[in-house]
């Protein structure tokens, strides 16, 4: 039987063995992994912690705002948030192949926190780094996570308190420690963020389409009480006919998923009720004008993955 308790205090003493009087950097994005390695590290090194939240342009809606809430202002964190989101677009400018998005986003991520970690002299670098993430990386299933995205030449060396945990296990932890539900509760979202529900080029337009179609799915999923493992919006590729009053419009198409899991290594498509994906296209296509159409997607894991990149 998991023990939270036994486990925070184990990661605590092993993370504070590791670092010493040493200063380390930790990517916080504000998802359970990352804010429960966060916290850990927090309370194991303290001030010798710096988090780092990097504004790449591809998170949801509102996530600086809470990650500057929650970790800077109420748990006191040393919190630096790095404006790169005109780097991170210029780096994927004309891409279009998934595994390629990945990887830039990947390698433009480590190389923000090289940066930031040589401005503090940092010595490591902690992740939030979780079991199905390094098993899924070595089968070659996911690129850019933790493990497989990490270049080879990279001089921070890799504190991972969460690796052998799984996600279940990380929100009992993430509650034992206190992290308000908006976190613990929290689904699972990718690393390289909203590029990877982008199909094709990866644009600002595109990027907030889908912010706002993400933001409505979820917002509609908590309304109904119903709880996915993760429910999502992606924006497919191309255009569609449709029409806007009397006028033929041609407009984006949102593909929308909720999937059921134990721990994300398959995954069942949810039956969504149909009162609730109405209500989801509706909002969907009234509130994002450039949108005509709203597809479900009722594939399992496998054949298909939980993301569509």
């Given at each position: 039987?998991?023990?939270?308790?036994?486990?925070?205090?184990?990661?605590?003493?092993?993370?504070?063995?590791?670092?010493?009087?040493?200063?380390?950097?930790?990517?916080?994005?504000?998802?359970?992994?990352?804010?429960?390695?966060?916290?850990?590290?927090?309370?194991?090194?303290?001030?010798?912690?710096?988090?780092?939240?990097?504004?790449?342009?591809?998170?949801?809606?509102?996530?600086?705002?809470?990650?500057?809430?929650?970790?800077?202002?109420?748990?006191?964190?040393?919190?630096?948030?790095?404006?790169?989101?005109?780097?991170?677009?210029?780096?994927?400018?004309?891409?279009?192949?998934?595994?390629?998005?990945?990887?830039?986003?990947?390698?433009?991520?480590?190389?923000?926190?090289?940066?930031?970690?040589?401005?503090?002299g940092a010595e490591f670098l902690v992740q939030g780094?979780?079991?199905?993430?390094?098993?899924?990386?070595?089968?070659?299933?996911?690129?850019?996570?933790?493990?497989?995205?990490?270049?080879?030449?990279?001089?921070?060396?890799?504190?991972?308190?969460?690796?052998?945990?799984?996600?279940?296990?990380?929100?009992?932890?993430?509650?034992?420690?206190?992290?308000?539900?908006?976190?613990?509760?929290?689904?699972?979202?990718?690393?390289?963020?909203?590029?990877?529900?982008?199909?094709?080029?990866?644009?600002?337009?595109?990027?907030?389409?889908?912010?706002?179609?993400?933001?409505?799915?979820?917002?509609?999923?908590?309304?109904?009480?119903?709880?996915?493992?993760?429910?999502?919006?992606?924006?497919?590729?191309?255009?569609?006919?449709?029409?806007?009053?009397?006028?033929?419009?041609?407009?984006?198409?949102?593909?929308?998923?909720?999937?059921?899991?134990?721990?994300?290594?398959?995954?069942?498509?949810?039956?969504?009720?149909?009162?609730?994906?109405?209500?989801?296209?509706?909002?969907?296509?009234?509130?994002?004008?450039?949108?005509?159409?709203?597809?479900?997607?009722?594939?399992?894991?496998?054949?298909?993955?939980?993301?569509?990149?």
């Open positions: 039987m998991f023990d939270p308790k036994k486990f925070i205090e184990d990661a605590i003493k092993e993370i504070r063995e590791q670092v010493d009087n040493k200063t380390a950097i930790i990517a916080l994005s504000g998802g359970v992994d990352s804010s429960t390695a966060a916290v850990l590290a927090h309370k194991a090194i303290g001030k010798h912690l710096v988090a780092v939240y990097v504004d790449h342009g591809f998170m949801r809606k509102g996530e600086k705002e809470e990650v500057i809430s929650v970790f800077r202002n109420k748990l006191g964190m040393n919190l630096v948030v790095v404006d790169a989101r005109e780097r991170f677009f210029k780096a994927l400018k004309r891409v279009r192949e998934p595994e390629q998005k990945r990887k830039i986003i990947g390698e433009e991520f480590i190389k923000v926190f090289e940066e930031e970690a040589r401005k503090v780094t979780i079991a199905p993430d390094w098993i899924e990386s070595m089968g070659g299933i996911k690129s850019h996570h933790n493990v497989a995205g990490l270049p080879s030449g990279m001089v921070l060396k890799l504190c991972e308190p969460l690796r052998d945990l799984y996600k279940d296990e990380v929100r009992k932890v993430a509650r034992e420690l206190g992290l308000p539900p908006s976190i613990t509760e929290r689904m699972p979202f990718p690393g390289p963020g909203l590029a990877v529900r982008v199909i094709g080029e990866v644009t600002p337009e595109k990027v907030e389409i889908v912010r706002l179609a993400n933001a409505i799915v979820e917002e509609e999923i908590s309304k109904a009480g119903l709880q996915p493992w993760q429910a999502l919006a992606c924006l497919l590729e191309g255009k569609t006919v449709g029409v806007k009053g009397d006028i033929r419009d041609y407009g984006y198409t949102i593909a929308v998923r909720a999937v059921e899991s134990v721990d994300a290594m398959t995954a069942n498509a949810m039956e969504l009720p149909w009162e609730v994906l109405k209500r989801i296209q509706k909002r969907i296509t009234r509130e994002i004008p450039d949108v005509t159409r709203v597809l479900y997607d009722i594939t399992d894991k496998p054949p298909a993955t939980i993301e569509f990149e």
